[in-house]
């Protein structure tokens, strides 16, 4: 695929990719639900938790469910093997709405959801002597259990769990089969910072580092050959201004400024279109991003090797695409099977490695292609990002009633673990399992004044220390490091990475060109098309 191709892929990742995911989230669900609306009271106060329901059968665990945790009763233990297994008995009458016929001796009790309050079939089971109360929801979902609005103050002495139909349904039959069942209720806490997160932190950061570079030695590569051709004294040349070459985007203030109406506009439709044949559209125009971002990155990594220089270099015309080197023609097959592969097999455990793979691949292609001008267009991009970011994933939720970025970053509606559209590693030692995620646009934005930072230093002859790309980079690990910070602090739920990433990223590269006086070059004229004067660079060995 030629340079068109790259263009047709860059744009489609600016609608796609780029705009529409901003945030970094945790998935697999929160351990505890915070909910202001719920009435609150003492001993209805409790925070809304998810609990584990190991379930035994004549001794051998068969399965586990998830349930939560009711506003009142006491709080749950958080360690598996402090918690007490109890035997299992559905009520009689099956709604626990009054005295149940059946003897308890410290069993845990089975009811129906419906025909009186929450508290009243928990003040019942506990009378009756039950130690604790499990409720079968009448629909699919979980649903949060609290104390009727004019109830006075509540004192309920065992644990009550919701569980959503069909494991109740499987719960029924265990007893039918059985007498001999058994659970345990626990909620385990999710630990403070898991390997995940340092591994995602890890690859955010090296994506922007060698997509950056990469761009950097283009842009000397570009420059080389224009301080040749004006040394030669070319007669094509005739004054005119030196621009880049065909394969580079630059945005523009306006096309910055666009960014939070067409990004929102795409993320509306993608909350209100969210089902299962929308996400296998999704997963069709990823790949064919990916495929795009596989081959490129592949092509300019083999063509550094002098045996593929060959065929790198001859090339041959294909109809619809043009002129295509054999070199890519070849790697072609590979990439369009990888990305084939992982969209049949993304269900599986490991699937996370190839999404991951071509995402990345993706990124640094995007990085490669659109190029910020001057920090002008960067301040304006990263500035729309940073309000974009906010409203979508804390705002939205006063007009939709739900944050609309979490809802389309997971998929809800979908039936799929999530749009593909992000960078994922599932969490290693969280006992609920899940993933940690971050979007490409918390890579792509900012790595673009990141990239700019270093195209600017290296054709204005800077050093490292001296230059704006160490600094930019540091303060955007930074940024992302509080990011995470900041989602473990609110357990999990999902954060807008650009309120941390802009504010460290934009406001280093700012406060350091006002500091050298170099704002206002940096500003408007951006990085050199030709080398300073007073520089001579030499071409790569």
């Known amino acids: 695929m030629g340079f068109k191709g790259g263009v047709f892929f860059c744009c489609f990742c600016l609608i796609f990719a780029v705009f529409l995911l901003s945030s970094s989230f945790v998935i697999g669900g929160d351990i505890v639900h915070h909910d202001d609306v719920a009435p609150k009271r003492p001993g209805c106060n409790n925070n809304f938790v998810l609990v584990k329901i190991p379930t035994w059968v004549h001794g051998n665990e068969v399965t586990e469910f998830v349930g939560i945790g009711a506003r009142f009763g006491p709080t749950l233990e958080s360690k598996e093997k402090r918690a007490n297994q109890t035997r299992l008995a559905f009520a009689d009458p099956t709604d626990c709405c009054s005295n149940p016929k059946n003897k308890l001796t410290g069993e845990s009790i089975l009811v129906h959801r419906g025909n009186c309050s929450f508290t009243r079939k928990a003040k019942v089971a506990e009378a009756a002597g039950a130690s604790a109360i499990i409720i079968i929801n009448n629909q699919t979902e979980l649903f949060k259990m609290v104390c009727e609005p004019d109830e006075p103050d509540v004192d309920i002495g065992i644990p009550a769990v919701m569980l959503p139909q069909d494991a109740g349904t499987s719960l029924i039959e265990f007893l039918r089969n059985s007498s001999a069942v058994s659970v345990q209720l626990y909620s385990p806490k999710r630990p403070t910072v898991d390997v995940a997160e340092v591994f995602l932190w890890l690859m955010a950061v090296a994506t922007i580092l060698c997509a950056s570079y990469w761009s950097a030695w283009s842009a000397r590569e570009a420059a080389i050959e224009q301080d040749k051709f004006l040394k030669d004294g070319s007669d094509d040349y005739g004054g005119k201004e030196v621009t880049h070459s065909g394969g580079v985007l630059d945005i523009s203030t306006a096309s910055a400024l666009l960014f939070v109406v067409v990004a929102s506009c795409f993320l509306i439709m993608l909350y209100k279109l969210m089902s299962f044949w929308f996400i296998e559209v999704l997963v069709v125009l990823f790949c064919i991003g990916g495929v795009e971002g596989l081959q490129t990155c592949l092509v300019a990594l083999l063509s550094c090797f002098r045996w593929f220089e060959h065929a790198h270099e001859s090339v041959i015309k294909v109809p619809l695409l043009g002129p295509v080197s054999y070199l890519s023609l070849a790697i072609s097959p590979f990439c369009l099977a990888f990305a084939v592969m992982w969209a049949v097999f993304r269900r599986v455990s490991f ?185 001579r660079l030499q071409p790569a060995e």
């Open 351 to 535: 699937a996370w490695i190839g999404q991951d793979i071509l995402g990345i691949v993706l990124i640094i292609t995007v990085l490669q292609i659109i190029r910020v001008p001057n920090l002008k267009v960067g301040t304006v991009l990263l500035t729309c990002a940073f309000f974009y970011d906010i409203f979508w994933v804390f705002v939205s939720k006063w007009l939709f009633h739900k944050s609309v970025m979490i809802e389309v970053a997971r998929g809800d509606n979908s039936g799929e673990d999530g749009i593909p559209m992000l960078l994922k590693i599932p969490r290693m030692f969280d006992p609920w399992g899940g993933y940690s995620i971050i979007g490409f646009g918390d890579i792509i934005l900012p790595g673009l004044v990141v990239a700019f930072s270093l195209r600017y230093d290296w054709l204005c002859n800077k050093s490292l220390r001296a230059g704006y790309f160490l600094w930019t980079m540091i303060a955007y690990g930074l940024g992302l490091f509080v990011t995470y910070v900041a989602l473990n602090l609110m357990d999990g739920h999902g954060q807008p990475a650009l309120l941390y990433i802009v504010p460290c990223t934009l406001g280093t590269f700012l406060m350091l060109g006002k500091k050298r006086g170099e704002l206002k070059h940096l500003w408007t004229r951006g990085e050199p098309d030709r080398p300073c004067p007073h520089i």
